[in-house]
C-alpha cells in the first residue's frame, strides 16, 4: 500500500487541522470507529438514533467535515452518519480500494453492517458521488435515494479529475491557494478559510491518480430509486452538461440541478437536498 501522506509532518499537519474541525461539529455526535476490511472506518453520527440513515460520501482529497454547513439541518429529521472515505485525508484507515471493482462496495457493505443497518439514503460529492453511484448500481436494494454533488462516473473527466493533476496543469510555480481558488470555483475573500484547508491539504496529501470510470447507460438504466444530480456550470473537472443530460436520459427518477457560476464546489444545496431526501 502507498503512503496518502507525504510525510509524517504532514499527516501531522492534516490530522490536527482535522481533529480541530471534528470538536467544532455543530450538533451532537458519536465518534465510530468500525472494523472493515479495509482497515477501521470513522463516522460521525448525529440526530435521532431512530430517524431514517443517511450516509454522507465527502470527495477526494477530503473528509467528513465537508459536511459541517449541513449537518444541522439534516439530522433534525434525519439519523446522518458522516463517513470518512478510507484512503482519504480524514480519521479512516489509508487503505485504496481498486476503482471499478466490487472493492468499494464490500467496503460499504462493512461500514452499513458496522451501523447495523440494511439501507439508507446517500448523499455523496464528487468521489462519494462516484462511490454512492456505484454502491447503488451493486447493491439496489440497499440505497433508497440517491443525492449526488457534482458526481463522478456519469459525465466526462476534463483534465484527468484529480485535484493535483489540474495544479500541475495550471500552474508550474504550485500555488496552491491560487490554484484552489479556480478549480473549486470558490471566492478567496468570502471562502478563505476552506481554501486555506485545501492548500494545507493538497501540499501534504498525495491523491489518486486514476480516473473515475464512467458507468454505462445500461448500469444508470438500473437506478430506480430517486435521484438528485446537482452541478455547477463551470465545473472545472467534470463535464456538467453531459452529466445532466445522461442523468436525465437513463436514469428513471432523476431530477438535476445546473447552478450557473458555481464550480466543483457546490455549497448552499442544504434546504434543496434536505427537502429531496424528506419527500
Known amino acids: 500500500m502507498n503512503a496518502i501522506y507525504k510525510s509524517e509532518a504532514g499527516r501531522a499537519a492534516i490530522q490536527d487541522r482535522y481533529r480541530k ?7 451532537p455526535a458519536e465518534h465510530l470507529r468500525l472494523p472493515t476490511r479495509e482497515g477501521d472506518t470513522f463516522v460521525l453520527a448525529s440526530g435521532p438514533v431512530d430517524a431514517p440513515p443517511v450516509i454522507l460520501l465527502h470527495g477526494s482529497g477530503a473528509n467528513s467535515s465537508t459536511w459541517r454547513g449541513d449537518i444541522a439541518t439534516w439530522a433534525q429529521d434525519f439519523r446522518v452518519y458522516a463517513v470518512d472515505m478510507v484512503g482519504e485525508p480524514g480519521g479512516s484507515a489509508e487503505s485504496r480500494p481498486e476503482l471499478g471493482t466490487d472493492a468499494l462496495a464490500l467496503w460499504l457493505d462493512d461500514v452499513l453492517a458496522g451501523l447495523g443497518l440494511s439501507s439508507a439514503a446517500f448523499v455523496g460529492m464528487s468521489l462519494g458521488g462516484w462511490t454512492a453511484l456505484d454502491y447503488a ?6 440505497v433508497s435515494k440517491l443525492a449526488l454533488y457534482c458526481p463522478g462516473g456519469i459525465g466526462k473527466q476534463k483534465f484527468g479529475w484529480i485535484f493535483k493533476n489540474l ?3 495550471l500552474f508550474s510555480n504550485h500555488d496552491l491557494r491560487r490554484t484552489a481558488a479556480i478549480v473549486t470555483g470558490l ?3 468570502d471562502h478563505a478559510e476552506i481554501l486555506d484547508d485545501v492548500s494545507l491539504t493538497f ?3 498525495t491523491p489518486r491518480t486514476g480516473k473515475l470510470p464512467i458507468f454505462t447507460d445500461a448500469q444508470l438504466s438500473t437506478l430506480t430509486m430517486p435521484v438528485l444530480v446537482i452541478v455547477g456550470a463551470d465545473d472545472r473537472m467534470f463535464k456538467s452538461a453531459e452529466t445532466v443530460a445522461r442523468a ?8 438535476t440541478r445546473i447552478l450557473p457560476d458555481v464550480g466543483h464546489a ?3 444545496q442544504t434546504d434543496a437536498v434536505h427537502e429531496f431526501l424528506r419527500t
Open 203 to 205: 501540499t501534504h496529501f
Open 167 to 169: 495544479v500541475d496543469h
Open 137 to 142: 448500481i451493486r447493491r439496489p436494494d440497499r
Open 266 to 268: 457546490i455549497l448552499g
Open 248 to 255: 436525465e436520459r437513463f436514469i428513471p427518477h432523476a431530477t
Open 21 to 27: 474541525l471534528v470538536s467544532e461539529w455543530p450538533v
Open 187 to 189: 471566492s478567496p475573500t
